[in-house]
């Protein structure tokens, strides 16, 4: 069965810091993998996926992650962190047409 | 429509009574889904519909949960008899066709916040 494990429920950088938001995951089959980012009291939008071709997938908002099948990882990246980008981040593996969701980090940005 | 429209978007509810939540999907979205998310907490999932059938349903809590779908479009999550820990967010999400793994996106509403009181 799928799954995916989000390291630290909650990470703080200051303003133009680089930004990483860990997320390792588990799955028999090539995985499918997403990030969504909620912002408060939104819905879930979605960052990027990773659907097996490049592996380094550019998203919105200036935001990448890199899929590594040895580490089985997909961690999210960006180089300059903005006030903007604080809100809480998922990270998704598609099982068995469903979307398996990691716990969510919460992102600080400091001024 | 343009994106996954739920309703209502907030409900205040007394204990015991019975809610239904309503989703519209996305035009043409053969896929539909509920999740619910507890306060400070992440994604749970509960219900999936591929056109009106529901192949995965391992996600409802209790038998006080239901969920169907009609037209393949609007689906309603009713919930039975509720209880303080049914206080939550509950999203609704659509995308095209899929089969048991797929890239397809999902597409999230905003949700309806339900407070059982």
């Known amino acids: 069965a799928q799954s995916v494990t989000q390291l630290g429920s909650h990470v703080s950088v200051s303003e133009g810091a680089l930004v990483l938001l860990r997320c390792n995951y588990s799955s028999s089959v090539p995985p499918y993998l997403f990030w969504y980012v909620q912002y408060p009291n939104q819905g879930l939008q979605l960052l990027l996926k990773?659907?097996?071709?490049?592996?380094l997938v550019k998203g919105i908002n200036g935001f990448e992650a890199e899929f590594k099948k040895s580490e089985t990882s997909f961690h999210l990246t960006k180089p300059s962190a903005h006030m903007s980008d604080a809100a809480e981040y998922f990270c998704?593996?598609?099982?068995?047409?469903?979307?398996?969701f990691g716990q969510g980090t919460e992102l600080s940005v400091k001024p | 429509g343009a994106g996954v429209s739920q309703s209502p978007s907030n409900k205040v509810t007394e204990k015991g009574k019975d809610v239904e939540l309503r989703c519209d999907p996305i035009?043409?979205?053969?896929?539909l889904y509920w999740y619910r998310q507890r306060l400070g907490q992440g994604l749970e999932f509960l219900i999936y519909f591929q056109g009106n059938s529901a192949p995965d349903k391992s996600g409802l809590p209790s038998d006080r949960f239901s969920a169907e779908r009609t037209g393949e479009s609007v689906s309603t999550l009713t919930i039975q008899r509720t209880q303080q820990e049914d206080s939550a967010v509950y999203l609704c999400a659509s995308s095209q066709a899929v089969g048991l793994s797929s890239g397809n996106t999902i597409y999230f509403g905003e949700g309806s916040w339900l407070t059982v009181v």
């Open positions: 035009s043409g979205h053969t896929a």
């Open positions: 990773y659907t097996s071709a490049a592996t």
């Open positions: 998704a593996v598609r099982g068995r047409g469903k979307l398996i």
